[in-house]
């Protein structure tokens, strides 16, 4: 990509931007949210058309211009976008070849053929998944991986995986590795957008590193240092990444559950929670660890109103029946969920009536809303959360992964919570965001509210949380404090009672 320069309204977001990516290579593309990968990864996968930016693209010393998504799988792009995008009333065979139903053309579809094509796909690239199975009965990481089976049907030649590891398992994750360096032996070149430093360590042969729009620096994997690596990334050294944790815990509980059970949404006598009981003090952060599939997600969205749920709730010892969002959030409770694009924005609004769309009675007078209010309460949490925007009139569609979950965050906290639920808080985020979020999180305990986190990242749970509870098939399989903590004893509690299904 040859000089390469995109401009938005009030907003330049590539300026001159040339990278070079060798055949089988496997390159990283990193940077902090806002720096221009996804853009720079759009125009090259056709989503911004030849026309609508500046410079040239060039595959195999061929100059191409690329009009749409269809044109650039014709010339051999395979792309995996950050956010999940899956049809949920389809089955995986369907999604995978989306649009291309009939291998031959024509307009009867053979899906006994589909679903064989769709299975051998899978078969071929170790990607555990049931073709016949509904996409709507996915979890986030097996959607993940529907994505990236999708991008890979058309056998490309080129294929950018952007954030494609946010949503998987450890075992998943080295799975698609194994996925990506075999199709690097069989002549596949790879653009692996990350935030992961360990990601970029195990699997990357270059790496590129964008800053506001430009080229920052430029590694081969003999010069790869973390420390550089980062220094290159936000423009200056983050010496403290994790912040110290004031252990000044309030003596007063403020949150308690006492048996919580959540049934299984499609199979009748299972559940996925299980006579989960657990308390949270003032002040307190709790980290809520397990694998994906184990119960984590479907319990702090129990608890918030969004699940059917049995059980009972306690707000600062008066309690509280959550049968709707609606009564979870007057009790005190908030929740900022896992999937930002899916539950957590209205991509059509600007910043402001994001931010402000969770308690509009604050900016209201005899129920007319009063826009300087607004304004000027979107105001303060865009320069509290350091969210990278012209104005909170932007509309969030045109913020960057990271900046848009600051927005998700500041929606959250306007409602003043007592309570906060944290579904991977910093999933998709940059080093320097995660940095300002871990800050953020900090300060907020020092508020006295109470915190129950959940992140698939054990360092950066290991290094927030006063006390962690883990989960296992929908049960609770260990609690213990941060000084009993250890990446050893999280990993043993989560894989434990792996095989123990739960009924009712």
Known sequence: MRRISKTFPGVRALSEVTIQVKQNNIHALIGENGAGKSTLMKILDGVYPAGSFEGQILLRDRVVHLSSPFDARKQGIGYVPQEISVIEGLTVAENIFVGLWNEGGGGIVSFKKLFARAAELLDSMKLQLDPHRQVVT???????????????????????????????????????????????ELGLTTIFITHKMSELFEIADHATVLRDGTVAAEFERAQFDEHEIVAAMVGRKIDNFYPARDSAIGDQEVFRVENLTVPHPHLANRNVVEGVSFSVRRGEILGLGGLVGSGRSETVNALYGRLPHSGRVFVEGREIAVRTPREAKASGLGLLTEDRKLDGLLFNFSIQENVTLHDLSQISRWRVLDRARETACAQHYLERLSIRAPSVRTPVANLSGGNKQKVVLAKVLFPKPRVLFLDEPTKGVDVGAKNEIYKLMMSLAAEGIALVVISSELPELLALCDRFMVLARGRIADQFTRAEANEQRLMLAATSGANKPLTN
């Open 138 to 184: 996915l979890n986030a990481s097996q959607r993940q991986l529907v994505m990236i089976a999708r991008a890979l049907a058309t056998r490309p030649s080129v294929l950018i995986l952007d954030e494609a590891t946010a949503c998987l398992t450890l075992d998943e994750t080295q799975n698609l590795f194994r996925v990506v360096h075999h199709l690097r």
